[in-house]
């Protein structure tokens, strides 16, 4: 059945890779505030080595140039417009992320609610 307290979100952007693919996280965060802009509720999903973009300034110097805005200011513009990032706790185990070391702003999440969310999305991005 699933865990009745977890949040529904209409779109998901599952990223997979750390700083060593820009384009990626760029197109991640491009999309989610599209996503936003157009009336729905959006949720970023980092797993796998993207946990270690939960970690505080390491999206600061990731600009990939015209016509995509930096990260930085991606991320940010999304959060303000209530854009989630969640982050996969067994990824964070497995790449020795505590969660003391991630933006406070962020959720940590498990698999089951990982199930949850995607399967209850109307629409998802995976940037693999």
Do not use: W
């Not at 996969?88 to 609610?113: K, L, T, W, Y």
């Amino acid at each position: 059945m699933g865990n009745n307290n977890m949040k529904i979100t209409d779109y998901i952007g599952t990223l997979f890779d750390n700083v060593d693919n820009p384009n990626k996280i760029t197109v991640a965060f491009t999309m989610a505030n599209k996503v936003i802009d157009n009336g729905y509720s959006a949720s970023i999903i980092l797993m796998v080595d993207s946990v270690h973009l939960a970690c505080p300034g390491k999206v600061d110097d990731i600009d990939i140039g015209a016509p995509f805005m930096p990260v930085k200011k991606l991320q940010e513009a999304f959060l303000e417009k209530g854009g989630k990032i969640l982050v996969c706790q067994a990824c964070m185990v497995h790449n020795n992320v505590g969660e003391d070391a991630i933006d406070p702003r962020f959720e940590v999440i498990s698999a089951d609610q990982v199930v949850e969310l995607m399967m209850n999305a109307k629409g998802t991005l995976q940037l693999t």
